[in-house]
């Protein structure tokens, strides 16, 4: 019995020896308290097989710091945080949670991460060989969910290690750091969606390989160059309903995606090369709202060189909306374009439009500008107002006015001479009236058109002379 308790004692005593020295070599020498030793926290433990740590804060609870060593190690499966005022998560703060498999954060008005805060690696060391790394199915990982929260900073490599899935949804994000999202492993799906970024800076998503990466409903004022940088995306890379206010040369450096698309968004400047893309599969930009599409804005979207040489892939531009093109603006680089309702935000004018897209002739059935609200295809416009005669519409109908009406003075008049004229000369039946000689006894003679003759009884006068 007395054997056993040494044995006991020297094995705590190894423990908390061990303990201490993964402290030092982390920088966390200091000692915190278990977090559900504190009750204005409201952290309690919920067992079973997937065992969780749920906090909610109380009223009197204004800043939550969790540090390392502050949640027991053993059996902690989940930590779930939800309406707390201010939650603040220390460097390393989970790293040493070995059977943790999900964080979730909802609700929490001032989040700070950090740097190395989400750092975590399960039971494989951080010096393993990415093919072991990479092995998900054999090796377990983490997922970290944020809902409605107010994140003040994302700091360099909050989120590090073997994180399967990270997503933020109806977040806003103050300030979101250089290698923010960096070197992670076995990542499946990083989600970024109805979220506001403040500031991004270059580098933001660096050096790491997902399945897939989805911005949905982002909102972004400037993302600079290389804000996502060295990615590597196995299958899709989505973004949709976003809304960018500059996307600068070289905002997205990504190799490999089988399915890139950019749908239902706004941008205000898309500049040359903005989308450094090698693809493996189609391109696809749908029913966007583009102000400026700078020169060579699509050259640098390329097939993969893992690619067959002759694998043909698309890009297709359907119902889009551009304010501004330049002349090499909608140029691809080894796809086969596809273009289908290209609209433009501004009205129709055959000086501009006839000499600002005359390089774009091919594309003229597609092609569309505003005429009275409506868009109208420029070859269509041009048929019917870009014309000798065209502009001059209200004159061709004045004149045909004033033609029309002189036509009916002059059938008008025509009438009035016939009646007047013609039957007054000839009879209403047309028959000519034959000149009668009258001879009267001054020995003059009378020449009428028309003579009364009064046929009376007369006797030989005779005078006596």
Request: charge should be negative; charged fraction near 20%.
């Amino acid at each position: 019995m007395l054997f056993l308790i040494n044995v006991i004692s020297w094995v705590w005593i190894a423990v908390l020896i061990s303990s201490k020295c993964v402290a030092i070599l982390t920088g966390n020498s200091q000692s915190y308290e278990d977090i559900t030793s504190l009750p204005k926290y409201g952290c309690h433990w919920t067992g079973g097989s997937n065992s969780m740590v749920n906090c909610t804060c109380r009223e009197d609870a204004e800043e939550f710091s969790i540090h390392h060593g502050q949640i027991p190690v053993y059996d902690t499966w989940g930590i779930q945080i939800n309406d707390c005022k201010k939650v603040i998560f220390d460097g390393h703060s989970i790293e040493n949670l070995r059977n943790l498999r999900q964080i979730h954060l909802k609700n929490i008005p001032s989040l700070s991460l950090l740097p190395e805060s989400f750092s975590w690696f399960g039971y494989r060391a951080t010096y393993e060989s990415d093919d072991e790394a990479d092995d998900e199915n054999n090796i377990p990982s983490l997922s970290i969910s944020m809902d409605n929260c107010v994140i003040e900073k994302i700091s360099q490599h909050s989120f590090k290690g073997r994180i399967k899935d990270i997503e933020l949804n109806n977040c806003h994000v103050k300030d979101m750091e250089s290698f923010s999202f960096s070197s992670l492993r076995q990542s499946g799906t990083v989600v970024l969606r109805n979220t506001t970024i403040d500031s991004l800076k270059p580098q933001a998503f660096k050096l790491f390989t997902t399945k897939q990466l989805i911005l949905d409903g982002i909102s972004i004022e400037d993302v600079p160059s290389r804000a996502f940088s060295n990615l590597v995306i196995k299958e899709k890379l989505q973004i949709s309903n976003c809304r960018f206010g500059t996307l600068h040369s070289g905002s997205f450096m990504i190799d490999g995606p089988k399915w890139f698309e950019v749908v239902n968004s706004n941008i205000s400047v898309l500049e040359g090369e903005a989308f450094t893309v090698k693809v493996k599969g189609d391109v696809l930009f749908k029913n966007n709202v583009i102000g400026v599409l700078g020169p060579g804005a699509l050259m640098k979207i390329v097939k993969s060189k893992d690619l067959v040489l002759n694998t043909a892939l698309f890009l297709t531009i359907d119902s889009n909306v551009f304010s501004y093109l330049w002349s090499n603006s909608l140029e691809v680089n080894g796809l086969i374009a596809k273009f289908v309702n290209l609209q433009f935000n501004e009205s129709c004018n055959c000086d501009i439009f006839m000499s600002n897209y005359a390089l774009y002739k091919e594309f003229f059935t597609e092609i569309k500008c505003l005429d009275a609200e409506e868009y109208i295809s420029i070859k269509d416009y041009e048929v019917q107002k870009c014309t000798m005669l065209s502009g001059h519409t209200t004159m061709i109908v004045v004149i045909g006015v004033i033609c029309a009406l002189l036509l009916v003075m002059i059938i008008i008049l025509s009438l009035y001479y016939h009646k007047v004229f013609k039957e007054g000369k000839y009879g209403k039946d047309n028959a000519p009236q034959k000149n009668v000689s009258l001879i009267v006894p001054d020995g003059r003679t009378y020449r009428e058109t028309e003579v009364h003759v009064i046929l009376e009884t007369a006797d030989l006068l005779t005078t006596d002379l």
